[in-house]
């Protein structure tokens, strides 16, 4: 199968692209991580595996429209 013949099967399947699907499953262990633990933002996009803080704070504004910091804000509140 050739790559994009796999990207199209994938989205077909999932309804995402593998790309989005491993962002999906970045940010649902950020989020654990943001609502559980002290570590700071910079050490969870470390931990979860991105470059970029900037990069991971845009990918948690379209999966949860919040940025990280405010992620942790509503979890200490509850």
């Known amino acids: ?3 994009s013949g796999f ?3 994938f ?3 999932t309804g ?3 790309i989005e699907k491993k962002h999906a499953i970045q940010a649902q262990k950020a989020e654990i991580l943001l609502k559980t633990t002290n570590l700071s933002v ?3 996009c470390d ?3 991105f470059n970029s803080v900037k990069h991971f704070r845009n990918i948690m504004l ?3 429209n919040q940025t990280p910091f405010q992620i942790r804000k509503s979890a200490k509140l509850k």
Request: charged share 40%; no cysteine.
């Open 1 to 3: 199968m050739s790559e």
């Open 7 to 9: 990207y199209a099967a």
């Open 11 to 13: 989205k077909k399947i």
């Open 16 to 18: 995402l692209t593998p």
């Open 42 to 44: 910079e050490d969870i």
């Open 47 to 49: 931990k979860i595996g």
């Open 62 to 64: 379209k999966r949860y």
